[in-house]
């Protein structure tokens, strides 16, 4: 199937490595341009020296809202408009339930939530008028199906679900698309830390851990980045452009549940 994204301009936040990694890269490969975004704009310009294709580096830490709209001037300059948005950035610390902090909730609520949804709000006026717009959310299957020990992921992400479709049913009739996915276990920095940190917490070894992990996907072992990319670039295609509102699991069969 051709996806065919050349003269579409993608913004993927949180691309430096990992999952937006995997975005950036299979957007380009499509014929996509990109910009890549992390905390540093050392990081952001070598990651796009890598991406084969049109790529552009821009730093911008999601928890400042003065740098997201910085962000936006810069990437539109030097880009274009931008047809394909991808809502992403760093995990929040592991940790139970209780003792989070008000400010702690507080600096991640802005980070992983608000200063999203900042930047679609000043993506969506040329969606709007170019009748084509894609916002894609990276969250968690811990939306799904909450995950131990990720507390605060599993409060705040749902915020992000319930934002997109509510604009899902607002933007749809101007040809835009609203979609999450939701990865399970991909292999990535982030993921190597949860392990380790799970193995310290619960006296195994990372091993162990992996193993036990592993088990409980039907597919056998943990997914990677250019995997969870390709599911990315569809829901980002003129081809997904009946797909609106839904969540899309990454994850190797891992949600035990049906809805
Ligand atoms: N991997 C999984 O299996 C999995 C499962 C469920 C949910 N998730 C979630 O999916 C997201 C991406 O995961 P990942 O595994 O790709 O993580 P990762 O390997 O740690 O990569 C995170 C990316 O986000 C950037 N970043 C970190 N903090 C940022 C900030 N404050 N502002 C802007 N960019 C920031 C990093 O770039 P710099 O370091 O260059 O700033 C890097 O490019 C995370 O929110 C994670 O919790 C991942």
Redesign the pocket.
């Known amino acids: 199937m051709e996806l065919n994204l050349s003269g579409r301009k993608a913004l993927v936040?949180?691309?430096?490595?990992?999952?937006?990694?995997?975005i950036a890269k299979a957007l380009a490969a499509e014929g996509a341009t990109v910009g890549i975004?992390?905390?540093?704009l050392e990081?952001?310009t070598e990651?796009a020296s890598t991406v084969d294709g049109n790529a552009h580096g821009f730093a911008?830490?999601?928890?400042?809202a003065e740098?997201v709209d910085a962000l936006f001037s810069n990437a539109t300059a030097q880009m274009g408009t931008i047809d394909i948005l991808v809502l992403?950035?760093?995990?929040?610390p592991p940790g139970s339930a209780q003792g989070v902090s008000s400010d702690q909730w507080r600096a991640s609520f802005d980070?992983?939530f608000v200063n999203l949804v900042r930047l679609a709000d000043l993506a969506l006026p040329h969606m709007i008028e170019a009748r084509f717009g894609r916002i894609i959310s990276?969250?968690?299957?811990?939306v799904i199906e909450p995950?131990p020990n990720?507390a605060i992921?599993n409060a705040i992400?749902p915020a992000l679900v319930g934002w997109g479709k509510t604009l899902a049913g607002e933007v749809g009739k101007h040809g835009i698309t609203v979609n999450a996915i939701?990865?399970?276990?991909?292999?990535?920095?982030?993921?190597k830390?949860?392990d380790a940190n799970n193995a310290q917490r619960l006296g195994k070894s990372v091993d162990e851990i992996q193993s036990a992990s592993q088990g409980r996907i039907p597919v056998g072992r943990?997914?990677r980045?250019d995997e969870?990319g390709s599911a990315a670039a569809f829901l980002a295609s003129e081809r997904a452009s009946f797909i609106t509102g839904s969540i899309l699991r990454v994850d190797g069969g891992q949600i035990a549940s049906i809805s």
């Open positions: 936040m949180g691309s430096t490595k990992g999952l937006g990694y995997g975004v992390g905390r540093t990081n952001a990651a911008c830490d999601t928890a400042n740098q992403n950035g760093g995990g929040p980070s992983m990276v969250i968690s299957s811990g995950i990720l992921s992400r939701a990865p399970g276990r991909i292999a990535t920095d982030r993921l830390q949860l943990y997914g980045p969870f």
